[in-house]
């Protein structure tokens, strides 16, 4: 390797806040690229409506919810289709009730708001990505403790999941990580930095209920 190709090298990774000593082999191969993504039907509106329960938990504390719903539509063509990555949807910020506290004597109250988008990337499995805006995810805890939980406190956040096609298809969250603060008094979990979120939502295409939100190559 020449000493200007180690300079080059050494500099961008000094720049990127990563620097390393290890050699660069000068045929190293490059990160593979995202593969083609397709969502159809092009247009059309979906609901997505929560199956089972959502779980919460940060620290000790683990808030679930039975009922949770949230909408948007498929973008349409050409915007369905991405040849080298995801398709991103906005949706609605999802709603969360029915919920209730591992604690006993606390009683919480989920909203949410803000710009909420979620997006599909093809492969084996299909991967999801739910974006939550800036403090676009609030818990508040009123009884025996008195605590406030907000998501993606520092910027926007993205939750891991996957997506399976299917009649109807699902949108799958198994303990993503979300980060969070939390403040409060006693029995807050003031020390927790991150959440786990769990839930599975059928998705369901509401513009003509006979079709299915599909997602391939």
Do not use: E
């Amino acid at each position: 390797m020449s000493r200007t190709r180690t300079t080059l090298t050494l500099a961008a990774a000094a720049a990127a806040g990563a620097l390393s000593l290890a050699p660069v082999a000068a045929d190293a191969a490059p990160l593979p690229l995202a593969g083609s993504t397709t969502v159809t039907p092009a247009g059309h509106a979906f609901k997505a409506t929560l199956s089972g329960k959502a779980t919460l938990k940060a620290g000790s504390v683990t808030v679930t919810c039975t009922v949770s719903v949230s909408t948007g539509a498929v973008p349409a063509a050409p915007g369905n289709q991405n040849a080298s990555g995801p398709v991103s949807s906005p949706i609605s910020p999802p709603t969360y009730s029915s919920c209730t506290s591992s604690i006993p004597g606390v009683t919480p109250t989920v909203t949410t708001s803000g710009a909420w988008s979620v997006s599909m990337q093809n492969g084996s499995p299909v991967t999801a990505t739910m974006t939550v805006p800036t403090g676009g995810l609030v818990v508040h805890t009123t009884g025996l403790a008195v605590c406030t939980v907000t998501a993606a406190p520092s910027g926007p956040a993205g939750v891991a999941g996957s997506w399976t096609n299917g009649a109807p298809p699902s949108l799958t969250f198994v303990n993503a990580s979300v980060p969070v603060t939390v403040t409060g008094g006693f029995g807050c979990p003031t020390s927790a930095t991150s959440s786990t979120f769990n839930a599975v939502y059928k998705v369901a295409d509401t513009t003509d209920p006979a079709q299915q939100i599909t997602v391939g190559p």
